[in-house]
């Protein structure tokens, strides 16, 4: 059993910068692939990003590629994406995710967090 809790949403203006972080539980963390994902109102739940159990694979949406990063410490039970030049559009409830390997595909990840709330304004 992983459980998962994100941190560091907000309000921000388009061209600021934002960390999330989420912080696992459990003894196993650094044997699963870690993933964010966001679901903007009305929408469905896409996907940002991923990261390989020892960080050495990362994987990004097109939508977020060249603004976001996502990294790990595995020695801190925690994943984080750095968000930067942030648009209007990717105003968001974002989650974090893990997955038993490496994917970018919501159903292959087993335990989700409660998510945080990103809002971009113009």
């Known amino acids: 059993q992983v459980r998962l809790v994100e941190s560091g949403g907000g309000l921000v203006q388009a061209g600021d910068s934002l960390r999330l972080s989420c912080a696992a539980s459990g003894r196993t963390f650094s044997s699963y692939a870690m993933g964010w994902f966001r679901q903007a109102p009305g929408k469905e739940r896409e996907f940002v990003s991923t990261?390989?159990?020892?960080?050495?694979?990362?994987y990004y949406a097109d939508s977020v590629k060249g603004r976001f990063t996502i990294s790990r410490d595995n020695a801190r039970n925690t994943v984080y994406l750095q968000m930067n030049s942030l648009k209007p559009e990717d105003t968001a409830v974002y989650y974090c995710a893990a997955a038993r390997h490496y994917s970018w595909l919501a159903n292959d990840y087993n335990y989700w967090g409660q998510g945080t709330q990103v809002t971009v304004s113009s």
């Open positions: 990261i390989r159990w020892d960080g050495d694979r990362t």
